[in-house]
C-alpha cells in the first residue's frame, strides 16, 4: 500500500465513523429530551436556551439538570483536549480511545437506567445525564481537532448553512453536498431510531442500542488500524 493510498483509507474509514456517531448523537439527544425531560445531553445550544427559558420562568424545565449537562460537557472536552494534546497519535487512534471512553460511558447510563427499574429516580436521572454529556463532551474535543469538514457529530448549524448558501439557489457550486446531507441524515436517523426504540423498549435498552453502535464503529476503527499494520 502506497502513502496516498494509506491517506484515503483512512479518511474513509473516519467518515465512516464520525457518520456513525452522529447516529448517535441524534439518539442520545432523543433519549435524553423525550427520557430525561427537556434536556439535551449532546446539543448544549439546546440547554443554554432552556437556561434562558427557566431564568424566564418558564413551566416543566430544570436549570439543573441544563446545568448539569453543561458542566459535564464541558468536563469531557477537557478531557478530550488533554487526551489528543498528550501525545502524537493518528486520527484513527485518537477517535479509537474516544470510541472505548463513550461505550463505557453510555454503558453505565444504561446501568444507572436498568437500576432505577423504569422509575426515573433523581440520582439515576443525574447519573444517566452525566454520564452522556460527559461522552459526548469529549467526543466534540476529539472530534473538533480531527476537523473533517462539515462532520462534527453533533451540530449541524454551519453544516445546513453551508449546504443552503454552496447551493446552486445561493449561486454557489454546490460543493460537498453530498456529505453534508449525509451528516443532516445521519442526525435525522439517529433521532428517530432514538424516539422509537424509546417509545417501544424503554431507556435502558435504547441506551444500550446507542452503546452497541458506537462498540461496532470502535470494532471497525480497530479493524483498520490492525489491517494498515499488517500491511
Same mark, same amino acid.
Given at each position: 500500500?502506497?502513502?496516498? @493510498?494509506?491517506? /484515503?483509507? $483512512?479518511?474513509?474509514?473516519? /467518515?465512516?465513523?464520525?457518520? +456513525?456517531?452522529?447516529?448517535?448523537?441524534?439518539?442520545? $439527544?432523543?433519549?435524553?429530551?423525550?427520557?430525561?425531560?427537556?434536556?439535551?445531553?449532546?446539543?448544549?445550544?439546546?440547554?443554554?436556551?432552556?437556561?434562558?427559558?427557566? *431564568?424566564?420562568?418558564? #413551566?416543566?424545565?430544570?436549570?439543573?439538570?441544563?446545568?448539569? !449537562?453543561?458542566?459535564?460537557?464541558?468536563?469531557?472536552?477537557?478531557?478530550?483536549?488533554?487526551?489528543?494534546?498528550?501525545?502524537?497519535?493518528?486520527?484513527?487512534?485518537?477517535?479509537?480511545?474516544?470510541?472505548?471512553?463513550?461505550?463505557?460511558?453510555?454503558?453505565?447510563?444504561?446501568?444507572?437506567?436498568?437500576? !432505577?427499574?423504569? $422509575?426515573?429516580?433523581?440520582?439515576? @436521572?443525574?447519573?444517566? /445525564?452525566?454520564?452522556?454529556?460527559? *461522552?459526548?463532551?469529549?467526543?466534540?474535543?476529539?472530534?473538533?481537532?480531527?476537523?473533517? #469538514?462539515?462532520?462534527?457529530?453533533?451540530?449541524?448549524?454551519?453544516?445546513? @448553512?453551508?449546504?443552503?448558501?454552496?447551493?446552486?439557489?445561493?449561486?454557489?457550486?454546490?460543493?460537498?453536498?453530498?456529505?453534508?446531507?449525509?451528516?443532516?441524515?445521519?442526525?435525522? !436517523?439517529?433521532?428517530?431510531?432514538?424516539?422509537?426504540?424509546?417509545?417501544?423498549? +424503554?431507556? #435502558?435498552?435504547?441506551?444500550?442500542?446507542?452503546?452497541?453502535?458506537?462498540?461496532?464503529?470502535?470494532?471497525?476503527?480497530?479493524?483498520?488500524?490492525?489491517?494498515?499494520?499488517?500491511?
Amino acid at each position: 500500500m502506497n502513502a496516498a @493510498t494509506g491517506i /484515503v483509507d $483512512d479518511q474513509t474509514s473516519l /467518515v465512516r465513523a464520525l457518520i +456513525g456517531l452522529t447516529v448517535v448523537t441524534g439518539l442520545v $439527544d432523543a433519549i435524553s429530551f423525550l427520557g430525561l425531560g427537556r434536556i439535551f445531553t449532546a446539543n448544549m445550544t439546546g440547554n443554554v436556551v432552556f437556561l434562558g427559558f427557566a *431564568a424566564g420562568g418558564a #413551566p416543566g424545565i430544570s436549570a439543573a439538570r441544563s446545568i448539569a !449537562a453543561l458542566c459535564a460537557f464541558a468536563g469531557g472536552s477537557v478531557c478530550g483536549g488533554r487526551l489528543v494534546s498528550s501525545r502524537e497519535r493518528t486520527s484513527i487512534a485518537h477517535l479509537l480511545i474516544t470510541t472505548y471512553v463513550e461505550t463505557a460511558l453510555l454503558l453505565t447510563a444504561a446501568g444507572a437506567a436498568a437500576f !432505577a427499574a423504569g $422509575d426515573a429516580s433523581l440520582a439515576a @436521572t443525574y447519573a444517566i /445525564v452525566l454520564s452522556t454529556a460527559v *461522552a459526548m463532551g469529549l467526543r466534540n474535543a476529539v472530534v473538533r481537532k480531527l476537523a473533517v #469538514p462539515d462532520l462534527t457529530t453533533t451540530v449541524l448549524t454551519m453544516t445546513i @448553512t453551508g449546504l443552503a448558501a454552496d447551493s446552486s439557489l445561493a449561486g454557489g457550486h454546490g460543493g460537498r453536498w453530498a456529505g453534508r446531507a449525509l451528516s443532516i441524515l445521519a442526525m435525522f !436517523a439517529g433521532a428517530l431510531i432514538g424516539a422509537i426504540l424509546l417509545r417501544t423498549f +424503554g431507556l #435502558p435498552l435504547s441506551l444500550v442500542v446507542a452503546a452497541l453502535i458506537v462498540a461496532a464503529l470502535s470494532f471497525h476503527l480497530r479493524s483498520h488500524a490492525r489491517a494498515k499494520l499488517a500491511t
